[in-house]
């Protein structure tokens, strides 16, 4: 009887234990494997891809179907209740066994146990297995077997843990069904922008797909990985992986990445210190995917109770001012814009302009996590959960909540000459760097002479740092002596 391997956040061929134990059936006894992607329509779940993650998800399903065609079986396309999809085509191939890959977050995990249940009544197996993380969420606990809440000890005992296995390649061919099994056309899902067309920006900056992920690790390990330890921090410099989107899609996985850098490092050893900075990295998403499965409710609520009675303000004319990157600081503008525009931020500027929305404008972190779940295209529902905790001061292992970013000094500290800023605030690209930072503080001749008219082409700041900062301070101050 014929498999079924059922994609969801998993979009790639080498490395996918799901579609390898399909494959092994193929080539021993000639077993018919149908892969299927389900666009899920479950208008309750705050956490089904947002507009940037769709744009994405339509080049990755794009390509993803072309190699499953190459491989003899093609992708199967339906949308619905994944249990009733599943039914049916259960129904209509006569399917005995789905095979799939864990995916991340409760209510994902919900879906997954109803559509368990559902398919074991019929008598059909439904075997879920590990393709997202190192090692699966419980199996790295402290020596009291609790999980871990600090990261650093938890990264020590990951190391500690024998190697994770080594990646599998993509099957060499799939058998198809007898007949073939209908399927709906990508084109009609409309996962694309088109009236307005937003995604321009994304389509200049990304390719989507198993391929573009495998060359962008390949040409990271080549070299810049070297000077990660140093660049990471340097968002005029673009010294990061920009992995993100790729793992949040599934399209490259932590083990290959894992393997290929320990490799890269063992043949080189100038790159072995950038190597150790970047598979901590990855450390953290594998620390705050853990996480959320030990805390289903981290993407709502605040992991310190103390901060559920946090006196937040509500602000819709701040927030606009944030999304749209015209907040007259200019690191969270230049920030929010590559967002905007790109559907990806720089790591340091991530932390920056969350601590300006959470500290600055005291806006509850949440509002930032869901417009970075619209607009990324990376966006993962731990990473952006647990990073949103961590720069609130509520979360696991977090920057206390005093420690309030400076967005002057930050930007002057990590885009000393202001070139990142200049990128994607363009009004201000012709201010001197020692102003590109404050445009509001410099002399009325050099805003001339750089075109700048302050309030017209580019706003004043919208609150005060240092006076936002003392509120921010007396704020945390009520919460600290209420808990
Ligand atoms: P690299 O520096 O090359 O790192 C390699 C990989 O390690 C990344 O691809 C990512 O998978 C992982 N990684 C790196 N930094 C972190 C981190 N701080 N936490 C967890 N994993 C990390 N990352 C997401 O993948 N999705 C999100 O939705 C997301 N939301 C964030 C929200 C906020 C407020 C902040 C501060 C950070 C968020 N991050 C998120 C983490 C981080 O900013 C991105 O993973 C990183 O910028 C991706 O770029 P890169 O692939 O070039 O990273």
Same mark, same amino acid.
């Given at each position: ?66 190699? *499953? ?209 970047? *598979? ?204």
């Amino acid at each position: 009887a014929p498999i079924l391997v059922w994609f969801r956040t998993d979009l790639r061929l080498a490395d996918n234990p799901a579609l390898t134990a399909a494959a092994t059936a193929t080539a021993q006894d000639g077993t018919p494997v149908i892969p299927v992607y389900i666009r899920e329509e479950d208008g309750g779940d705050p956490w089904l891809p947002g507009g940037a993650s769709r744009w994405w998800l339509h080049g990755s399903l794009e390509r993803l179907g072309k190699a *499953l065609e190459t491989l003899g079986s093609p992708l199967v396309l339906r949308s619905g209740d994944p249990a009733t999809v599943l039914e049916s085509l259960v129904e209509e191939t006569g399917a005995q066994a789905v095979l799939c890959n864990r995916r991340a977050g409760p209510s994902a995990i919900a879906r997954d146990r109803r559509v368990g249940k559902r398919l074991t009544a019929r008598g059909v197996t439904v075997h879920p297995h590990n393709a997202a993380l190192l090692y699966e969420p419980g199996t790295i606990r402290t020596k009291s077997d609790t999980p871990f809440r600090v990261f650093t000890p938890f990264w020590k005992a990951l190391l500690s843990m024998p190697e994770p296995p080594r990646p599998t390649r993509a099957p060499s061919g799939l058998t198809p069904p007898a007949k073939p099994v209908s399927s709906e056309s990508l084109k009609d899902w409309g996962l694309r922008p088109t009236a307005p067309d937003w995604a321009g920006g994304l389509r200049a900056r990304w390719t989507p797909g198993e391929e573009a992920a495998r060359e962008r690790l390949a040409e990271f390990l080549d070299g810049p990985v070297a000077v990660y330890a140093t660049e990471r921090d340097r968002p005029d410099h673009d010294g990061t992986s920009t992995l993100s989107p790729h793992l949040a899609f599934g399209e490259i996985g932590p083990r290959q990445i894992w393997h290929a850098a320990r490799h890269a490092a063992a043949q080189r050893h100038e790159l072995a210190s950038g190597a150790e900075a970047f *598979l901590r990295e990855l450390g953290w998403r594998e620390f705050n995917h853990h996480m959320l499965r030990e805390e289903p409710d981290l993407p709502d609520t605040p992991l310190d109770a103390r901060f559920v009675h946090f006196p937040w303000r509500k602000d819709e004319s701040a927030l606009h001012a944030w999304q749209r990157g015209r907040t007259g600081y200019p690191i969270v503008d230049a920030g929010m814009r590559q967002l905007w525009r790109t559907g990806w931020m720089h790591n340091r500027v991530r932390m920056i302009v969350g601590s300006f929305l959470i500290k600055d404008l005291l806006i509850p972190w949440q509002e930032g996590e869901a417009w970075f779940w619209d607009t990324l295209v990376d966006a993962d529902i731990a990473n952006n959960a647990g990073n949103w905790q961590w720069v609130a001061g509520c979360g696991a292992d977090a920057a206390p909540f005093f420690r309030v970013f400076n967005p002057i000094l930050q930007g002057e500290k990590f885009d000393p000459e202001g070139d990142y800023v200049r990128r994607f605030v363009p009004e201000l690209a012709k201010l001197p760097s020692r102003w590109i930072h404050k445009p509001w503080q410099a002399p009325d001749g050099v805003l001339r002479e750089a075109g700048v008219r302050l309030d017209r082409d580019y706003p004043r700041p919208i609150v005060d740092h240092g006076a936002a900062r003392d509120r921010a301070l007396a704020a945390f101050g009520h919460i600290k002596t209420s808990g």
